[in-house]
């Protein structure tokens, strides 16, 4: 179990990384950008396990409750 939040946590950091490489222009995307908008015309069914995947991110995101006495 912790070998998979370890490499959750790297996931995300490369995450972070890559977003913030693209928003300072440091790596170039313009290209499958363009890519991207020819398969938005096309939309699929919707993906269950990315859907799924995006329900426990949000649940492992989500403040611990605090034990009320």
């Known amino acids: 179990m912790q070998?998979?939040?370890s490499e959750i946590s790297l996931l995300r950091e490369y995450?972070?990384?890559l977003i913030a490489d693209?928003?300072?222009g440091k790596l170039d995307v313009r290209e499958a950008a363009l890519r991207?908008?020819?398969e938005a015309e096309e939309p699929g069914p919707p993906d269950a396990l990315t859907d799924a995947a995006d329900a426990a991110t949000d649940d492992l995101d989500a403040a611990p409750e605090e034990a009320g006495g």
Do not use: I, K, N
């Open 3 to 5: 070998v998979a939040h």
């Open 15 to 17: 995450r972070t990384r």
């Open 22 to 24: 693209v928003v300072t």
């Open 36 to 38: 991207l908008q020819d």
